[in-house]
C-alpha cells in the first residue's frame, strides 16, 4: 500500500490540485450565473486514510464545500457546469463517473479518480461543489 501512495503526489499537492479544480468549477458557475454567491461551509476535515491504507502514515483531506444557497439552475445552464466540472476533474485524473441523481432540479454527480480522490457537484435548490484527497502521503511522510 505504501508503494502505491509514494507513486501519487503528496498530500499537500494533491489538496491544491483538488482546491484548483472547485475553483474553477465555481468560477465556470458564476460565468454562467453571474449573480452566484458562493459560501464556504463544513470545514475542512483532515484525517487518518480508511483500510487498506489505514497502516501508512497516509492522510486524507475532505475541503470545505463551496455553496450557493438558493440559487436558481435552469438546466441548460447544470449542463455547461457540469462540463466544466467534468473537465477540471479531469485534470486531477478523476474521471470515472458517478450520477446518483440526474432528474430536473435534482442532480448529484461525482468524479473520482485514484485512490479515492474525488470532486462532486449537486444541485436541488442549493448548487454545492465538495473536494475529497483521497489518501496520500504528507511531504515530511515520503
Given at each position: 500500500m505504501l508503494a502505491q501512495l509514494k507513486a501519487l503526489p503528496s498530500l499537500e499537492d494533491t489538496k491544491a490540485q483538488v482546491q484548483n479544480a472547485v475553483s474553477e468549477i465555481t468560477t465556470a458557475a458564476a460565468g454562467v450565473i453571474p449573480?452566484?454567491?458562493?459560501?464556504?461551509?463544513?470545514?475542512?476535515?483532515?484525517?487518518?486514510?480508511?483500510?487498506?491504507?489505514?497502516?501508512?502514515?497516509?492522510?486524507?483531506?475532505?475541503?470545505?464545500?463551496?455553496?450557493?444557497?438558493?440559487?436558481?439552475?435552469?438546466?441548460?445552464?447544470?449542463?455547461?457546469?457540469?462540463?466544466?466540472?467534468?473537465?477540471?476533474?479531469a485534470k486531477i485524473e478523476a474521471t470515472d463517473v458517478q450520477v446518483m441523481k440526474d432528474q430536473p432540479?435534482?442532480?448529484?454527480?461525482?468524479?473520482?479518480?485514484?485512490?479515492g480522490i474525488s470532486v462532486k457537484i449537486a444541485y436541488h435548490g442549493n448548487l454545492v461543489v465538495s473536494g475529497?484527497?483521497?489518501?496520500?502521503?504528507?511531504?515530511?511522510?515520503?
Open positions: 449573480e452566484i454567491q458562493w459560501l464556504s461551509v463544513h470545514g475542512e476535515d483532515i484525517g487518518n486514510c480508511e483500510s487498506p491504507y489505514d497502516q501508512t502514515d497516509g492522510k486524507r483531506v475532505f475541503l470545505a464545500d463551496s455553496v450557493a444557497e438558493g440559487v436558481h439552475v435552469s438546466e441548460p445552464q447544470w449542463a455547461t457546469i457540469l462540463a466544466a466540472a467534468k473537465t477540471s476533474a432540479g435534482n442532480h448529484d454527480v461525482w468524479f473520482s479518480g485514484p485512490i475529497y484527497t483521497g489518501c496520500r502521503l504528507p511531504r515530511s511522510k515520503r
